[in-house]
């Protein structure tokens, strides 16, 4: 490779990066493994280029090539998500909110959005982010005893408070998002329904978890999580808000995309448009619920008590307050992969979170099934109820290693001639 001569540090840095992929089981929920043709087309020569604007209207000449692609990618995102209009050109799933906001909204105006600790994004209305800075925000949260979003709240907070736009989506959520429920509470006050679809986007594609089409007014969803692709985001709506949201992506809020992305997205979402693609999102939801099921039958407190979507909440707050950040720790000692969480009414704050959260995104791209799943959640239970036992840690990391030996994740996305483990 020529960076291993023009640069060995971080062409070292990058073969350590392959081999803890290839060892690590990986339960980031927001995380995948991309083909390699969507690796090809991130590394191609069209990050040489600069093309503010929009097909047939760029500010640069040489775009004839850029246009074609970015046409491409708009059509194959409006025919898998069956929207009437996408913008294909946002950098990742912040800046995308940011611009929805801008298109519908001035500052200083309400919106209602999921609350952080509950399942929410930061950019739902999060007073450090600049959604809660700019605008008014007024969440919703979770009952109680189910742990579900209570939908007679969000229509109570609705009725009060007269937001603009309603927010439906998730992060950390485990359950389906009842989109229509969310579009009867908005024209009953003549809101914008914003649909956040970042985590669930292949799993809508999939048809594994109900569409926010043709409910919502406008959805966004990141490229890179189960819609497995390059890191990007995407926005969807109805033609007749078409210029708004163009016009607050560029030169609103963003100004020359990035072409190599655009072309990745492309290539990814062609591979959503084949059979393969819906196997692949039913099969994220069998291991998520082999995963919960394990977990459970192994008495460890799960978030809603269960998952219908590629994810499981871990609730540590049986074994003490504030434990998701060893837990954690533990589990990386161990060569699984997951990140701390907060849990609905955590007592804790987000930098003790008392929670896991988990994912199978990337662990069924890899090829695990059910089988796999059960040994996973007999590590993940045995580590999070001892998390200081380091040789019980050290015991499972060799088999963790033994398992990602026998799905290595070299053979069909990096290309030949790489380490494997």
């Not at 960076?3 to 540090?9: G, I, M, V, Y």
């Not at 992060?171 to 669930?200: L, M, N």
């Not at 979507?309 to 074994?319: A, C, E, R, S």
């Not at 988990?358 to 040994?375: C, F, Q, Y």
């Amino acid at each position: 490779m020529n960076l291993e001569n023009t640069d060995p540090e971080i062409y070292s840095l990058m073969e350590k990066e392959i081999l803890r992929q290839q060892e690590t089981i990986n339960l980031i929920a927001s995380e995948n493994y991309v083909s390699r043709s969507v690796l090809e087309a991130t590394a191609s020569v069209l990050t040489n280029k600069y093309s503010e604007g929009y097909p047939q209207q760029r500010y640069y000449q040489g775009n004839e090539i850029v246009d074609a692609t970015e046409i491409i990618a708009i059509e194959r995102a409006k025919k898998l998500f069956g929207a009437e209009h996408a913008n294909v050109q946002p950098y990742s799933g912040s800046p995308a909110n940011a611009a929805v906001y801008m298109a519908f909204l001035n500052p200083g105006d309400t919106f209602i959005g999921f609350d952080l600790s509950c399942g929410g994004h930061l950019t739902h209305g999060h007073p450090v982010n600049f959604s809660g800075k700019t605008y008014r925000a007024v969440n919703y949260s979770v009952d109680k005893t189910t742990e579900k979003i209570d939908m007679d709240e969000v229509r109570r907070l609705a009725l009060e408070h007269g937001p603009k736009m309603i927010i439906s989506g998730l992060t950390a959520y485990p359950r389906q998002i009842d989109f229509s429920a969310f579009q009867k509470i908005a024209d009953e006050i003549g809101a914008i329904h914003f649909a956040d679809i970042s985590h669930i986007s292949g799993l809508i594609i999939g048809s594994v978890h109900p569409s926010p089409f043709p409910f919502c007014d406008v959805a966004m969803t990141t490229t890179h999580k189960t819609l497995r692709g390059p890191r990007g985001a995407i926005i969807l709506c109805q033609k007749k808000y078409a210029k708004q949201i163009d016009r607050a992506v560029f030169p609103g809020s963003q100004g020359g995309p990035h072409d190599h992305i655009t072309a990745a997205k492309a290539v990814a979402l062609k591979e959503a448009l084949s059979p393969d693609f819906k196997r692949y999102a039913e099969t994220i939801l069998a291991n998520a619920k082999a995963l919960a099921d394990e977990l459970t039958g192994r008495k460890i407190k799960l978030v809603t008590g269960g998952t219908d979507n590629h994810m499981v909440l871990i609730n540590l707050l049986p074994l003490g307050i504030g434990l998701g950040r060893p837990a954690a720790v533990a589990l990386e000692n161990a060569g699984i992969v997951t990140n701390a969480n907060t849990v609905p009414f955590d007592p804790s704050t987000p930098f003790k979170p008392s929670g896991i959260r988990i994912g199978t995104p990337a662990v069924t791209t890899r090829g695990m099934r059910d089988s796999e799943m059960a040994k996973i959640g007999r590590w993940i239970a045995a580590i999070v109820t001892d998390q200081n036992n380091l040789k019980l840690q050290a015991g499972i990391k060799d088999e963790v290693g033994q398992l990602c030996r026998e799905f290595p994740i070299t053979k069909y996305i990096f290309p030949p001639g790489r380490p494997s483990a």
